[in-house]
């Protein structure tokens, strides 16, 4: 579950670079921007664009290149798998190159997001960008508090996660080789016993929050201002883009 690491949604790192101090409105509009481009992106000129551009971006969040390094290499055997998978059915070396790499980009993109921006400035950053839809009777509201929730949960879900991995590792290691069936149920009750740490810990939440009489109220963004580095960004999202564009 190495790869897990690479995806440390709700967590924070503050290196307080360029990205960290811009506004989670042009952060979000950013990467938004850039996912569409890499779902839509199908040669590879716009693959050394994507590269190019989390590069930059990397470079201006000042993250541990390692950090991230080490969660690409838990996912090495799945883009494997996806390159060998398009270049023996679909007979395309293009395609066998380009799926993997919008794959690798995304999640690098995504995981900057999460580790550049706090989960209450990036709830608050939703909250602005979803309010006109509150004149459609959206309920932006008690979608910016689900997605608030999951943010702050999502680290301690991962970690339970690769906790029940390491142990099913070493019990599998004490018991030596098994049979598929056997295989398979101890999976199935890998699955049951996170089903029921997820719904334990939503019991909880629930009721903490009945105790304290939780009123949903939604936090207000008044503190967010646009500044020279969120024009930044927002020109580099349209200037990829303009380049996708004419290219």
Same mark, same amino acid.
């Given at each position: 579950?190495?790869?897990?690491?690479?995806?440390?949604?709700?967590?924070?790192?503050?290196?307080?670079?360029?990205?960290?101090?811009?506004?989670?409105?042009?952060? =979000?509009?950013?990467?938004?921007?850039?996912?569409?481009?890499?779902? /839509?992106?199908?040669?590879?000129?716009?693959?050394?664009?994507? $590269?190019?551009?989390?590069? *930059?971006?990397?470079?201006?969040?000042? =993250? %541990?290149?390692?950090?991230?390094? @080490?969660?690409? #290499?838990?996912?090495?055997?799945?883009?494997?798998?996806?390159?060998?998978?398009?270049?023996?059915?679909?007979?395309?070396?293009? #395609?066998?190159? *380009?799926? %993997?790499?919008?794959?690798?980009?995304?999640? *690098?993109?995504? /995981?900057?997001? /999460?580790?550049?921006?706090?989960?209450?400035? =990036?709830?608050? +950053?939703?909250?602005?960008?979803?309010?006109?839809?509150?004149?459609?009777?959206? %309920?932006?509201?008690?979608?910016?508090?689900?997605?608030?929730?999951?943010?702050?949960?999502?680290?301690?879900?991962?970690?339970?996660?690769?906790?029940?991995?390491?142990? $099913? #590792?070493?019990?599998?290691?004490?018991? @030596?080789?098994?049979?598929?069936?056997? /295989? &398979? #149920?101890?999976? &199935?009750?890998?699955?049951?016993?996170?089903?029921?740490?997820?719904?334990?810990?939503?019991?909880?939440?629930?009721?903490?929050?009945?105790?304290?009489?939780?009123? +949903?109220?939604?936090?207000? $963004?008044?503190?967010?201002?646009?500044?020279?580095?969120? $024009?930044?960004?927002? +020109?580099?999202?349209?200037?990829? *883009?303009?380049?996708?564009?004419?290219?």
């Amino acid at each position: 579950m190495q790869w897990l690491r690479l995806m440390p949604f709700g967590s924070f790192m503050n290196t307080g670079s360029f990205v960290h101090k811009a506004d989670p409105r042009a952060k =979000l509009i950013f990467s938004a921007t850039y996912l569409i481009l890499a779902a /839509t992106s199908d040669g590879l000129r716009d693959i050394l664009i994507l $590269a190019a551009s989390s590069f *930059v971006l990397i470079l201006l969040s000042k =993250l %541990p290149v390692a950090y991230l390094w @080490g969660g690409l #290499q838990g996912l090495l055997p799945i883009l494997f798998v996806l390159f060998v998978y398009h270049l023996l059915f679909n007979h395309s070396l293009t #395609q066998a190159i *380009v799926i %993997p790499c919008k794959l690798a980009f995304m999640i *690098v993109t995504t /995981t900057t997001l /999460t580790l550049t921006t706090s989960p209450r400035m =990036l709830t608050q +950053g939703l909250a602005a960008i979803l309010h006109p839809l509150r004149y459609f009777r959206f %309920p932006v509201r008690k979608f910016v508090l689900m997605c608030s929730l999951a943010f702050r949960f999502m680290p301690l879900l991962i970690e339970e996660i690769d906790m029940m991995f390491k142990s $099913a #590792q070493i019990k599998n290691a004490r018991s @030596g080789s098994a049979s598929l069936r056997t /295989t &398979l #149920q101890r999976r &199935l009750n890998m699955f049951l016993a996170l089903l029921y740490a997820v719904f334990r810990r939503a019991d909880q939440l629930a009721f903490a929050m009945e105790a304290r009489c939780f009123p +949903g109220v939604e936090r207000r $963004a008044d503190s967010l201002r646009m500044g020279w580095r969120d $024009a930044v960004l927002i +020109g580099f999202a349209l200037t990829l *883009v303009l380049i996708r564009i004419f290219i």
